[in-house]
Structures are given as C-alpha cells and as structure tokens.
C-alpha cells in the first residue's frame, strides 16, 4: 500500500493550521473561525475564477494551429475546411496574436464588454474627462492610441 505522507492537500492542510493556531494564539481574543472560514472560501473562489480565466486564454492559443488547418484544407476543399471550423470555432483574423484574443473573447463572454460612442462619452463628460484618440496606419497593422486627461478648468 503507498503511503500518502507527501501529497500536497495534506501539507496545505497541516500548514493552514498552524498558522491558524500560530495567530489565534497572538489575537488575544482569538480569531472567529467563521470570518476565517469566509476568507477561506472568498479567496479560493477569487483564485479559482482567475485561474479559469488563464486557463481559457491557454486554450485559446489553439486558434493558431487551426488557422493554419483551415487554410490549408481550404486549398484542397471548402467542405473539410467548413467542418474543421464547426468541429473547433476559431478566429480566422491574419494576426496570430489578434487571432488568440478574438478566440478568447467568443469562448468567454462574461469578461467582454462591447459599448457605443454615445454610451461612453456620457460617462467621460460626467467625470470631466477628454479622450484624445490617434490611429496610425501601418502597412502591417493598425495600432490606436488613446490619451485620457481632466479638461482644463475655464
């Protein structure tokens, strides 16, 4: 039988309570194991949807080598390259960076925001700030660059 002295959940069991005990001691009323244990959970589910987020842009990296699937097949025929899409939904943008990040933001919704011009300017009038906004057009990409500052007091 293998003996699970080593595993990581026991020494992350063993260390929380020591240094639980380790401050509880030092508190001179004792730490309430209910605000404890809501920090406990709090945190882990702060730490778990931040792990989901990095774990969804790594996946997304897959729209690289999809890319280069599709547009081989699409060479030979439309019809494996159509499937190759629907089996995998992948951004199909020439930036292979630009490409990651569409992909990103289709498999995870709940983090993008898409708001019009006359949605946002209210909210930089309310604040008394002006956006100064510059797009270059490169032969490779295009890049944009805003400057946001307080408007000058009259």
Not at 101 to 107: I, N, P, Q, R, V
């Amino acid at each position: 039988m293998k003996r699970c002295d080593n595993s990581p959940l026991w020494v992350l069991v063993c260390t929380s309570a020591i240094i639980y005990f380790c401050f509880a001691a030092a508190v001179p009323s004792g730490l309430p194991a209910g605000v404890v244990l809501q920090g406990v959970v709090l945190g882990s589910l702060t730490g778990l949807s931040a792990c989901g987020l990095v774990l969804v842009y790594r996946a997304c990296r897959i729209a690289n080598p999809m890319y280069e699937l599709r547009t081989r097949l699409g060479r030979r025929s439309a019809l494996l390259a159509m499937l190759a899409g629907g089996a995998l939904p992948t951004s199909m943008h020439d930036h292979p960076e630009w490409r990651v990040l569409d992909t990103f933001d289709w498999y995870s919704p709940r983090y993008q925001w898409k708001h019009t011009y006359e949605e946002v300017f209210p909210w930089f009038e309310a604040q008394g700030l002006v956006a100064h906004v510059t797009v270059t057009d490169e032969s490779d990409y295009a890049a944009s660059f805003v400057v946001v500052e307080k408007k000058a007091v009259s």
